[in-house]
């Protein structure tokens, strides 16, 4: 039995800033995630909450979490969810996690209190307890009424803070839990990967598929493979590759610094242009050489080598950095760059089709452009891969 577990993937979400390509990023890499799934043929896939980022989504985050969903569905692996608190209505209205159930594309483990469930999956049964967010300070009193399955293989899906992770807030420990009645224990709630043991049980965080703030930011994001075929639990690790990267500037002096650190060859490595942040070495840089790093940031924004970016200064005493500098929402009219990046998808091939566009006035321009792609086999494949992309988008 072979379970993928996800967490944390919040469609819908923009942050930082409200950016449309920014709210895709999180289509993106849910989807990515679906292909892992139907790729590694696994049995179900368990999300452990904040499947949505908000409980009133707009009808773009249906549209895409619904043609996520269908593949999924398509390939008969059932995906079985818990509510965060992102899913849950402030009121007693309905969670969106209904909606897709009633669609039967999801199945939903616990909206607000914890539940048991014995599903039957193709390698066999599984028995799910299932702990919904609930605020902390409730944590220890809900956690009664959870009930071990009665099933061969056991698993503990929970959205919370465990206390192990030593931060305020954290709702349980791992033996308040009682993690060691499972065989494995699939969290969400966490947004960074984590994972340890209690007894001979896996509890594991994967972290949420996009960074939604900078302390999130990190080069590597992941799903978990939980394979329970045998006695010995084990968990394998998948890296995703389609969330968009954070470049971290820090102790910037002044334009100089910055541009060094911006290696132009990291930049254009990166699959889409990264969300960049500046923190300056102290409050006493110039007003001026701010000016000229802002700039240069706005020109990289322009030319998409960066989507959005921001300046700050380091806070005093432990309060807020401030900002001082700032792109996070879409330049009024779109640059071609930015139209055909968007098109594009890709740096590279998006700079090719640009200096075609420019030099088309000239026939023997274009039929060395077009010679040199042809020469270019990775360049010529990620073409194919993009006309691929396109049909399946009219499809
Ligand atoms: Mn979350």
């Known amino acids: 039995m072979l379970l993928l ?3 944390d993937t919040h469609l819908g979400a923009s942050r930082p800033g409200r950016l449309r390509d920014r709210e895709m990023d999180f289509y993106e890499v849910f989807d990515e995630v679906v292909e892992v799934a139907i790729r590694e043929r696994v049995d179900a896939v368990v999300h452990a909450g904040d499947l949505f980022d908000s409980y009133r989504p707009n009808p773009q985050t249906y549209y895409y979490a619904y043609r996520s969903l269908r593949r999924l569905r398509d390939a008969g692996i059932p ?3 818990v509510a965060g608190q992102h899913d849950q209505p402030k009121a007693s209205a309905l969670t969106p996690l209904r ?5 039967e594309l999801v199945r939903v483990l616990a909206t607000d209190r914890p539940r048991t469930t014995v599903v039957n999956l193709r390698s066999g049964e599984l028995g799910i307890a299932a702990l919904p967010y609930v605020p902390p300070q409730l944590a220890g009193e809900v956690v009664k009424e959870l009930r071990r399955p009665d099933a061969g293989r056991r698993v503990l899906v929970a959205h919370l803070l465990l206390k192990e992770l030593g931060i305020p807030n954290a709702h349980l420990s791992v ?7 499972y065989d494995y224990v699939a969290l969400g709630d966490y947004h960074m990967r984590y994972s340890t043991t209690y007894g001979s049980t896996p509890v594991v965080y994967p972290g949420s ?12 994001r992941y799903v978990a493979l939980v394979d329970l075929s045998r ?3 084990s968990v394998g690790w998948v890296g995703l590759t389609r969330f968009r990267r954070w470049v971290v500037v820090e102790g910037v002096r002044g334009l100089q610094d910055l541009v060094k650190a911006l290696d132009p060859a990291r930049l254009r490595d990166l699959q889409k242009p990264p969300i960049v942040y500046v923190e300056l070495a102290s409050r006493s840089v110039p007003q001026v050489e701010l000016r000229r790093i802002s700039d240069y940031l706005d020109s990289l924004v322009r030319s998409c080598r960066a989507l ?3 300046v700050q200064v380091p806070s005093v005493a432990g309060g807020p950095a401030e900002v001082v500098a700032e792109r996070v929402q ?15 998808g890709d740096p590279e091939l998006a700079k090719l089709v640009l200096s075609i566009i420019e030099g088309s006035e000239d026939p023997e321009f274009v039929k060395s452009a077009v010679g040199r792609l042809v020469e270019d086999p990775p360049l010529l494949a990620k073409l194919r891969s993009l006309v691929g992309r396109l049909d399946r988008q009219k499809g």
């Open 308 to 310: 959005l970016y921001r």
């Open 231 to 233: 006695r010995e639990v």
């Open 209 to 220: 598929t996009e960074a939604l703030d900078v302390l999130e930011s990190s080069d590597e």
């Open 5 to 7: 577990h996800v967490s």
């Open 99 to 103: 909606v897709l159930e009633e669609m």
């Open 79 to 81: 995906f079985l969810v």
């Open 175 to 181: 033996a308040e839990l009682r993690a060691s009645d």
């Open 330 to 344: 879409p330049t009024q009219v779109p640059t071609l760059e930015q139209v055909v990046f968007r098109v594009v």
